[in-house]
């Protein structure tokens, strides 16, 4: 049946949270390390607590088991690194990691943010010895943290700033956790670099778009109906 004036599909609701996820993309954004990208305290001081305030909010995602570690029911696990600790993380970067190579991209990318919130996930059980079910409520503890992780892009997108959902290279490591003062038994889902000036061309500030943001297959490749049953 095809959709009628009416229906809430034309609702303003709909047509905002439909616009921002279409909006969301993903913008790499880069600045010299030797030279990084300076933003002005008034911004940092605005924007600082929205990015704070859009993490509270994306903690509405669904999730399905509690994982009560310490007291916590929710699976997943922020943590908000400034752009003032970026710039230091970025300089701190090859001290560390001596095998870095000369092309990883992080130490750029801390050059340029206005935040990097790095989202983890707490698997429950031993990823190697879980059984059956036990791999399903790690599942769901993954996927319930993607879901704030998810969240936090589409606010932000809203907010009219910039994001970059990053695997993490070495915020991946067991050492950079360390460093960094996260438990270990938090697995790192997200490092989402925050631009606050999405809009402004500045000198030495290079922008990457997602590689595969053009490579979307068309929706009836990827939705079908089950209407019929074999049994
Ligand atoms: C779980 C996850 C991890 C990602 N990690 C990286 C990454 O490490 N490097 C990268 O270039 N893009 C990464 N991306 C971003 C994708 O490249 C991007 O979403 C894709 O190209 C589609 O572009 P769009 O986000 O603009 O739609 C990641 C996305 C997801 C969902």
Not at 60 to 72: D, I, K, L, M, T
Request: with cysteine.
């Amino acid at each position: 049946m095809p959709i009628s004036e009416g229906d809430p599909i034309h609702s303003n609701d709909y047509s905002t949270v439909a616009d921002v996820i279409e909006r969301r993309r993903t913008w790499k954004v880069l600045a010299d390390p030797i030279s990084p990208r300076v933003l002005p305290d008034e911004l940092c001081d605005r924007l600082d607590p929205l990015v704070l305030d859009a993490i509270v909010q994306s903690g509405w995602a669904p999730f399905h088991y509690s994982r009560n570690h310490e007291g916590v029911a929710v699976p997943w696990r922020f943590h908000i690194v400034n752009s003032v600790t970026c710039r230091k993380l970025a300089g701190k970067l090859p001290d560390w990691f001596q095998d870095i190579n000369p092309n990883n991209k992080l130490p750029a990318m801390l050059s340029a943010c206005g935040a990097l919130v790095l989202v983890y996930w707490l698997p429950q059980f031993d990823e190697e010895t879980a059984k059956q079910k036990q791999v399903q409520i790690n599942e769901e503890h993954l996927a319930a943290a993607s879901c704030a992780v998810q969240n936090l892009l589409l606010l932000l997108t809203a907010a009219g700033l910039g994001t970059y959902w990053s695997s993490g290279g070495f915020f991946r490591t067991a050492e950079m956790s360390e460093k960094l003062g996260i438990d270990p038994g938090e697995k790192l889902l997200a490092a989402v670099f925050v631009d606050y000036l999405p809009e402004e061309a500045a000198e030495g500030v290079e922008r990457i778009g997602g590689k595969h943001r053009e490579s979307r297959s068309p929706h009836s490749k990827w939705i079908s109906k089950v209407d019929a049953l074999n049994d």
